[in-house]
């Protein structure tokens, strides 16, 4: 019975994530004493993530050491200066250009995993991957924001660096831990009956911190249109870039897809977090939006790269 939940959940993400959105703005009022859930079912969400994780998977970087480094420098270099530039062009606005910033230096979710698995791509590096961006994240995510906001707002970098750890690094090593010490047994046991409650975490953290840009959602304005068009914009081109740029140094089919769903997916709910916890709401417009296009551009996407991969074997 729960795993037909999960995988009822799991199919229908696409639907009930912005749907968790909508509900936000409607129940703003709600959300709004909610707000101190965010960053304990967000830490939850990554002890459950982090189960099937293992050592091992940090290993694996002395073997596909410069596939990491390129993944890592396509997530934090590449794609924000990307959504840098996109940005300034087509708005005026610095708050929403630190909002797209964030959006893109977030690290890569923990669901493309799954897309990766179900495309036949290289599990074991995707892992290595995740991890290792997981635990760069309170190193990464604080310098670029540093360099992207300058002086026009003030940021409290060593509060946001001890809220990265307490919800992305300790609960990763917790869960890498707990594997080790359980030989994997406690993904079998616990994973079934985390599963689910890990999903519904996600959607009330989507549904609590959009009451926080509910002002700006409620009224439709052109402004408003052009954040979800460049928002989709950052999205389909991570997922582009990553195949155009895959195709063209590795010949690995399976390397190929890791790289793809890396590069396009994100760890949206951190960003929403820090976003909402450091900066005025309007930052917070286009990370929200950003968890719009994640599970239906990867649904997208892993049919079309199952093209290139036919012509690598």
Not at 44 to 71: E, P, Q, R
Not at 72 to 95: E, G, Q, R
Request: contains cysteine; proline residues 4%.
């Amino acid at each position: 019975m729960l795993q037909k939940f999960n995988f009822f959940i799991q199919r229908w993400m696409a639907v009930l994530t912005p749907l968790s959105l909508v509900l936000g703005v409607l129940l703003e009022d709600v959300g709004k004493h909610l707000l101190f859930l965010v960053p304990w079912l967000f830490a939850f969400m990554t002890f459950s993530s982090s189960l099937s994780m293992k050592l091992n998977d940090i290993k694996v970087f002395t073997k596909y050491h410069k596939i990491i480094l390129v993944s890592i420098a396509f997530l934090h270099i590449l794609m924000p200066i990307w959504a840098y530039f996109l940005s300034i062009i087509i708005f005026d606005d610095h708050l929403l250009t630190i909002g797209f910033v964030i959006s893109v230096a977030v690290p890569t979710g923990v669901t493309s995993v799954i897309w990766v698995k179900m495309c036949k791509g290289h599990v074991p590096l995707s892992l290595s991957i995740v991890l290792i961006d997981t635990l760069l994240s309170p190193l990464i995510m604080p310098f670029l924001l540093q360099i992207i906001v300058g002086e026009s707002i003030t940021i409290d970098t060593t509060s946001l660096i001890f809220d990265l750890l307490w919800m992305i690094v300790l609960p990763s090593i917790a869960g890498v831990i707990l594997n080790e010490v359980s030989k994997g047994s406690i993904q079998i046991n616990l994973g079934k009956y985390l599963a689910p409650l890990s999903k519904l975490s996600l959607f009330g953290v989507v549904m609590i911190n959009s009451s926080a840009v509910a002002p700006y959602l409620k009224d439709i304005s052109w402004e408003l249109i052009g954040v979800i068009f460049v928002v989709f914009s950052l999205s389909i081109s991570g997922y582009i870039f990553a195949m155009l740029l895959g195709r063209f140094i590795w010949k690995d089919s399976s390397i190929l897809t890791s790289f793809v769903f890396i590069g396009g997916m994100r760890n949206i709910a951190v960003g929403v977090i820090v976003a909402t916890t450091y900066f005025p709401s309007k930052v917070a417009m286009p990370v929200v939006f950003g968890m719009l296009f994640q599970q239906v551009l990867a649904a997208i996407f892993s049919k079309v790269i199952q093209k290139p991969i036919r012509n690598f074997q």
